[in-house]
Each structure stands twice: as structure tokens, then as C-alpha cells.
């Protein structure tokens, strides 16, 4: 490696250090990284301009504004409220409607939103119930992690790949993530079903419980009654969220890219809801920092492109192995171990290029089954997202969610429930890979 390869190797890993220890905002840790690059020469400014893609900070922005303005609208609390009334109070029914509600929700809403509306409700759900809450927090955590894979939109390493490969649309995702994410999930129901059949089971049998369950739904029905959302502002917000959907549906037939259907989404959101929504307030909500760390990311990566350390990477990659399975598996397990140790993003990030270098190369070139690396790397990335207490911001919010309710989760006592979700939802993507592979 040359001179120059070594400072900005450095520079990448200084980054990467700077995010796992957590001791400085990860957005402050990115730009310092960043303007280090374009300020001793490694990137010019135009070319770090051209680094940043547009493509994803856009589809980012316009689905946060989409977002934030159906919570304005109290369309999120209404839909919690629902959710719980139809549980009934029953065990079984809160562990299966509110998880599965939880992985839907995560495939076409953030992970973040998804638990900030769910957690809340499954905390008052299972309390209310005199259930060991902590359970239950958990499997919101996970649901909303292994369901955020299911589309292009569900989690950030999904956005960064539909944004930038080429032919990958949100039909694609669908099409090749959605039996992974829903074999994953009845495992996951199975298996705490099994193993914590002592908790979630049905007590109608119980007088005590079945009081303790008509209060609570009684609370819920009298939350429902006082939010009094107007029939008009409900019909319009899901109108025009079922319209941004269709339209990500739609682009073999539109030619329209993600990043313009959910800008557009947004800008009708807020066109319709000119009068409810404050425009100054709702801009003010929006994670200008995440953004931030995102175009800083591109730029950090973009410089270790401009002086070949990606495509270093890529001939190193393909020297331990010219097999496309092995090379599959390696991405995969990889992906899901070092998700779970530190932030899925910047490794997403980097592997993205890595993995355009390799599959140009003349081994993997005109192969046929060459793209499902891109869904190993995804599956491997959302998935490992469960392994730890900061493998996810899903998981760190949550957690916080459970403490400010006076519920501890220590990082010992999430690893002990996260390791065999993790473990079981990463082999059964492993598996349904190599049936893609060798079907």
C-alpha cells in the first residue's frame, strides 16, 4: 500500500473506532473523518460532492417527513390503541398480534418510529396484565429487526443497497426477502412459544386476570374515545401512504426512483395536511444528524475508493475463495457478526462498492446467481441487527423506552434471548440461500 492508502485506511478505521466506543457523536466522528480527506487532498471537494449519494439521503428525507407528519396526525397512536383493544387482554394474542403488527410495521416504516409507537404499548399491554414485561419488550426488538429486511425501505443497509445497485427495486427486495423474514418469524414465534410457554400462555380460566383484563381494555377503550381523530385526516394520510407504497410497487411501469416517490409522498403529505401540520415544527423533527452521518459516510468511503483500497478489498476477497456460495456465506455470517458488534452502516457502506469491484471482475462477472450476494449481505446486516444490545438503534431505543418505564434490560440478559434468534434467523437465511444457489 502506498503513502496515501495508509492515511485514509487509517482515517476509515479511526472512524470506525471513533463510532464503536460511542465517546463522540457518531455524525461529529464521520465529518471530522470526512473534511480530513477533502482538506489534505485525499478527495477534492468535487469529488467528494459526487461521493454522496443523493439517491438515499433523499429517499431518508422524504420518508421521515412522510413519517413524522402521520405521527403529527396521532394516526400512529390511533393504530396502537386498536391493536391493543384486540389483543383482549390474552397473552397469547399480545405476543402474536403486537410482534407480528411490529415486523409489518418495520417493513415499511423505519425501525426507530416502529418501536417508539410499539414498545410503549406492549410495555402497558403486558403490565397491565401482570406479565414479566421484558419478554415481551424483546420481541419488539427482534420482530422489528428481522421485518425491517423484508423491503427496500425497512432498514438503513437495505436503503443503502436498493439506492445504489443498479436493477434492484423494491419488487426485487420483496421478491427475494420476504420468505426469509417470514420463515424467521414463525420461528421465532414457535420457539418462544415453546421455551416460554410459561409466560405466554392463555389464563381465561383465571378471575383475577380476567378483571385485570377488562380494566385495561376499558383504559384502552377510553384512550380511543378521547383521541378523536376526524374521519377526513384518516382517510387522507392512509391514502396517500397506500399511494407512496403503490409507487414504490410500481417502478418497473413508472421508471420513477425510490428517492423520488418517497420526496414526492412527503411533499403531498404535506400539501394535504397544509392546515394540521407546522412546517417549521415538522422540519425540526426530522434526524438532520443521521443524514449528516450518512453524506460523511459516503465521503469516508468514496475517499478509500479514490486511492484503491476498495479494490484491494475486493481482490482479497476473492483470493480466499473463487466459489460463490463460500464467498455467499462469508458475506453472510460476517455481515451478522459484525452487525451485531458495531454499527450495520458503515460496514454496509463499505462493502457495497467492494462487492460492485468483485462481481465486475471476470470470475463472477456473467454469473448467474452473482446477486444474491446482495442478499446475503443484506439479510446478514439486518438480521445481525439482533445480536447485541447495540447491534440496532431499534435495540438501544427500546431498552431506553423499558428503563425510563422503571425496566432494566442489562446487556448480559439481551444477549441470552438475542444469541438464538440471531443464530436461528441467519441459518435459515444460509439455508435459503443455498436453495437459491443450487435451485
Known amino acids: 500500500m ?43 471537494f468535487e469529488h467528494a460532492i459526487h461521493a454522496v449519494d443523493f439517491d438515499t439521503i433523499c429517499l431518508l428525507l422524504g420518508m421521515m417527513l412522510l413519517v413524522e407528519a402521520l405521527r403529527e396526525v396521532k394516526i400512529f397512536d390511533w393504530m396502537a390503541i386498536k391493536l391493543g383493544i384486540l389483543t383482549r387482554g390474552n397473552p397469547v394474542l399480545i405476543f402474536m398480534l403486537i410482534g407480528l403488527s411490529t415486523a409489518v410495521f418495520s417493513a415499511f416504516l423505519d425501525n426507530v418510529t416502529t418501536v417508539l409507537i410499539m414498545a410503549p404499548l406492549m410495555i402497558s399491554l403486558s403490565q397491565g396484565m401482570g406479565l414479566p414485561p421484558k419478554i415481551f419488550i424483546l420481541s419488539v426488538i427482534f420482530l422489528s429487526n428481522i421485518g425491517g429486511a423484508a423491503t427496500l425501505i425497512g432498514d438503513p443497509p437495505n436503503i443503502l443497497i436498493g439506492s445504489q445497485v443498479p436493477g434492484l427495486t423494491f419488487g426485487s427486495f420483496l421478491q427475494y426477502l420476504t420468505a426469509p423474514v417470514l420463515v424467521s418469524i414463525a420461528a421465532m414465534f414457535a420457539l418462544w412459544k415453546w421455551t416460554k410457554r410459561d409466560i405466554i ?22 384512550q380511543e374515545r378521547s383521541l378523536r381523530i376526524p374521519k377526513s385526516i384518516t ?100 455481515s451478522a457478526i459484525l452487525s451485531a458488534i458495531v454499527d450495520n452502516i458503515p460496514f454496509v457502506a463499505v462493502m457495497i462498492p467492494v462487492l460492485k469491484e468483485l462481481l465486475s471482475s471476470p470470475m463472477f462477472l456473467n454469473h448467474p446467481k452473482a446477486g444474491l450476494l446482495w442478499w446475503a449481505l443484506a439479510l446478514g446486516a439486518c438480521f445481525g441487527g439482533n445480536g447485541s444490545l447495540i447491534g440496532a438503534s431499534a435495540n438501544v431505543v427500546t431498552v431506553a423506552i423499558a428503563e425510563s418505564k422503571g425496566i432494566k434490560i442489562g446487556f448480559k440478559e439481551f444477549l441470552k434471548e438475542s444469541i438464538p434468534i440471531t443464530a436461528l434467523t441467519i441459518f435459515i437465511s444460509a439455508g435459503y440461500l443455498t436453495l437459491l444457489y443450487f435451485w
Not at 400462555?201 to 377510553?222: G, H, P, Q, T, V
Not at 394535504?272 to 459516510?297: C, D, I, Q, S, Y
Not at 479494490?311 to 482479497?316: F, G
Open 235 to 334: 382517510i387522507r394520510s392512509v391514502t396517500v401512504f397506500i399511494l407512496v407504497i403503490l409507487g414504490f410497487f410500481s417502478h418497473s411501469i413508472t421508471h420513477m426512483e425510490p428517492a423520488v416517490i418517497a420526496m414526492l409522498g412527503a411533499t403531498i403529505m404535506l400539501a394535504v395536511f397544509h392546515r394540521e401540520l407546522n412546517l417549521h415544527h415538522l422540519f425540526a423533527k426530522v434526524e438532520w444528524p443521521t443524514l449528516l452521518f450518512f453524506a460523511g459516510l459516503f465521503v469516508v468511503v468514496g475517499g478509500m475508493e479514490e486511492v484503491g483500497i476498495l479494490e484491494i478489498l475486493a481482490h482479497q476477497l476473492t483470493s480466499i475463495t473463487d466459489n460463490l456460495w463460500v464467498l455467499m456465506m462469508i458475506v453472510l455470517f460476517a
Open 201 to 222: 400462555k392463555s389464563r381465561n380460566d383465571n378471575f383475577s386476570w380476567l378483571f385485570a383484563s377488562n380494566l385495561m381494555l376499558e383504559d384502552l377503550k377510553r
Open 2 to 44: 502506498d503513502p496515501a492508502q495508509i492515511v485514509v485506511l487509517t482515517v476509515f478505521v479511526g472512524v470506525f473506532i471513533g463510532i464503536l466506543t460511542e465517546k463522540i457523536d457518531k455524525t461529529i466522528i464521520v465529518l471530522v473523518g470526512a473534511f480530513f480527506l477533502i482538506t489534505f487532498g485525499y478527495l477534492d
